[in-house]
């Protein structure tokens, strides 16, 4: 399942790109981009593990940047 | 217009949807800054007021340090906070790791030292003020390239019980009536079935000349409105709309990388472990062998920190390639992904189909050769003795002609297939067909030596002249393969299923360096090979096409470009680049936009490279202070910014 979420206060060019490799390492996701000019984030994932994946994915960019918050 | 925005995201549009969010925001960035940067700005302001009042108080020692502790806190408090839990996460190398390391090393400089306080807060505020900057100015473009895409109806009309009524155009099904006023964006694909107007199509095509649309056409979502009151019955739902389909592919261009991109994303994950080493080195070995003091090497060792951030090339390389795309997107090119648009710089050969892509893809009556009649008495012979054919040359007839044949006039018509048709017209007995109808009937004839499809007309046995049917070559077409070679594309190659003397007389008029000729569509596939085995290593192959029969070609080629326009929905799928309106010229455009666009990320990547560069050896030999080396990290950054943000302007002509 591919789905895309906005993204806020995402401020530095080179956190998204941290990001995006941080979230293409997690289990169960397929491939994920975190476009900083767009400020959104897409992810192709698991269907059955989704939410538990997208928990991850909010963990992991918090640790690169803690202001920046995932649109649910 | 912000006015006219902001009403428009109050029509009830449910749900945070990317663009309308979008749109809010870019209310906020024209006119002020989020709060976030007022916040920011104030700190600034108050920072530099208790920095100045610190340099001003004439206090020595311990207490002169405690004096610059307010002003420090106060611009960077953020950061060290950040550098701290960014370390306890174990992301070590960031920017607010290196801004802390470099000014509270500066603090430590000039506590044990001969350094200076001011340094230490004013480095923390000068890199503030830079990226205070650098988020308004990647804000104010990341904007401006929104704006052209502006094109998402929030509302479509709907009559219920006589009252019109606003729907979510998502909530609209096929077969409904919309109404569209003018002024208004056409919400979603249709026909007109009531009223007639002119439609705005700037958005989608670049094109500034509107166009007139009457009960019977077809509207696409994202044209807008300017005249009269339209009444449309939805064909497409919201999803597959034009306009819907447009979006979500200039949204995803950006999930494309370009080549430049991923060595910048590469680059980057490098460049700073290395420069962090290197400063490490420097703090400690020379003093360490020379015996020299430490104050003056930490001190370049902190310059070196400072000048490791890479974040002037990880935004402003996506920055311009998004901006090109932007730009493009204006001028009615969509682009669909920087990858292609970095390739469309090195095209070398471009393969085009004829029918469509070439030529109108429509038959029309092209040129006359009456033979002791008037021109007008030729035509209203043939479209009366083929006025009640359907195939597509009568049909060019009749448009060409006009009129309505009035009852009577006609007799006895008779199709003589493969050949013509013969009828009775006001008693004469008119024949009108191909060389070998005038063979059979004995009538010597001029042959036709123009591009096309001849209709000779004879009347009771005397030749009349000959009509010549052709598919009209697009008025911009041998523009567009000039300025296509004058771009430097060495080959031009048209491949199409019509005859040869036809394809051959097309391409001998436009100027082609190759034609290939009686191909079916498996055979254009084979042809595409062979030009891509013939190409040199690093050139690229274009092949422009409608889609209709040609989505393989479009996918098999090194970049597919689909005239959007006419074309298929699978041509939009297959290609890379989309021309909305169907002009070959915008080729060369969007070759020149490419070339911009590239230029430009090549300027920049130098430009921050080299003055990095430039103040980390300067730096090394202790010839460099602070100052440069912030303006080396949020100066060039700025600086670069600005200049991505040329990609989104149209190259000069």
Request: proline share 4%.
């Amino acid at each position: 399942m591919k789905k895309k979420f906005k993204m806020v206060d995402l401020d530095c060019a080179n956190c998204a790109a941290k990001m995006e490799n941080a979230i293409r390492k997690i289990d169960g996701v397929q491939d994920a981009t975190v476009s900083f000019m767009s400020q959104r984030l897409t992810v192709e994932a698991d269907d059955s593990r989704f939410e538990e994946i997208l928990d991850q994915i909010v963990k992991v960019c918090k640790k690169v940047e803690p202001d920046c918050q995932i649109v649910r | 217009m912000q006015k006219n925005m902001e009403e428009r995201n109050d029509t009830g549009h449910k749900g945070p949807f990317f663009p309308v969010s979008l749109c809010k925001s870019c209310i906020a960035w024209r006119f002020s800054m989020t709060g976030k940067q007022k916040k920011m700005l104030l700190r600034i302001l108050i920072s530099g007021v208790l920095l100045i009042a610190a340099v001003l108080i004439p206090l020595e020692g311990p207490w002169r340090f405690l004096l610059f502790l307010p002003a420090y806190f106060t611009i960077g408090w953020d950061v060290l906070w950040r550098a701290v839990v960014n370390i306890c996460h174990g992301q070590v190398f960031d920017e607010n790791f290196l801004m802390a390391l470099a000014t509270v090393g500066a603090f430590c400089t000039g506590f044990f030292g001969d350094g200076e306080y001011p340094e230490a807060v004013f480095v923390m505020l000068f890199y503030q003020v830079g990226e205070l900057f650098q988020s308004y100015a990647v804000g104010k473009s990341r904007k401006s390239i929104a704006s052209l895409m502006d094109i998402r109806p929030d509302y479509a009309n709907i009559e219920r019980g006589g009252a019109l009524e606003q729907v979510d155009p998502e909530d609209v099904a096929v077969g409904d009536i919309i109404i569209v006023k003018p002024g208004e964006r056409v919400p979603l694909d249709g026909i007109v079935r009531e009223g007639s107007s002119a439609l705005n199509t700037a958005a989608l095509t670049g094109e500034s000349l509107p166009r007139e649309v009457e009960a019977g056409d077809a509207v696409t979502s994202g044209c807008v409105n300017v005249s009269g009151l339209l009444r449309v019955e939805v064909t497409k739902p919201f999803e597959e709309s034009t306009v819907s389909k447009i979006l979500d592919l200039v949204e995803n261009s950006s999930s494309k990388k370009a080549k430049a991109e991923n060595f910048i994303t590469r680059f980057a994950r490098y460049y700073t472990p290395i420069v962090v080493c290197a400063a490490a080195a420097l703090a400690v070995l020379p003093p360490l062998f020379t015996g020299g003091g430490w104050g003056g090497w930490v001190q370049r060792a902190l310059v070196f920190l400072v000048v490791s951030c890479p974040c002037a090339l990880v935004i402003s390389v996506p920055l311009s390639f998004f901006g090109g795309i932007g730009g493009a997107s204006r001028q009615g090119i969509l682009v669909k992904g920087g990858n292609y648009l970095e390739a469309l710089a090195k095209t070398e050969s471009m393969v085009f189909d004829k029918t469509g892509t070439l030529t109108q893809g429509v038959f029309r009556v092209a040129g006359f050769a009456p033979h002791g009649c008037t021109q007008e008495e030729l035509l209203e012979l043939a479209a009366l003795a083929e006025s009640y054919s359907d195939h597509p040359i009568s049909r060019s007839l009749k448009e060409a002609w006009g009129k309505e044949p009035e009852q009577g006039r006609v007799t006895e018509t008779q199709e003589l297939s493969g050949r013509g048709v013969q009828a009775v017209i006001d008693g004469r007995t008119v024949c009108a067909g191909n060389d070998k109808l005038m063979e059979e009937l004995g009538i010597s004839y001029t042959p036709c030596t123009r591009v096309g499809t001849a209709v000779h007309v004879a009347a009771d046995g005397a030749y009349m002249g000959y009509l010549v049917i052709a598919d009209e070559v697009k008025p911009d077409a041998a523009e567009a393969i000039k300025a296509l070679k004058a771009q430097g594309i060495r080959q031009t190659v048209m491949l199409t299923g019509d005859r040869k003397e036809v394809g051959e007389g097309v391409a001998r008029e436009l100027g082609l360096d190759a034609v290939y000729t009686q191909l079916l569509p498996g055979d254009k596939v084979e042809k595409v090979e062979a030009l891509l085995q013939q190409k040199t290593a690093k050139g690229k192959l274009a092949f422009v096409g409608d889609g209709i029969n040609d989505a393989p070609v479009l996918s098999r080629a090194d970049i597919g470009i689909a005239m959007g326009g006419l074309g298929s929905d699978a041509a939009i799928e297959a290609a890379d680049i989309v021309l909305m309106d169907d002009k070959p010229s915008k080729i060369a455009q969007a070759m020149k936009i490419s070339r911009r666009t590239l230029g430009i990320v090549r300027q920049n990547i130098i430009f921050a490279l080299t003055v990095k560069g430039l103040v980390l050896i300067l730096s090394a030999m202790g010839l460099s202070n602070m100052w440069e080396a912030v303006f080396a990290d949020v100066g060039v950054a700025v600086l670069a910014i600005l200049n991505a943000m040329r990609a989104l302007n149209l190259p000069k002509e």
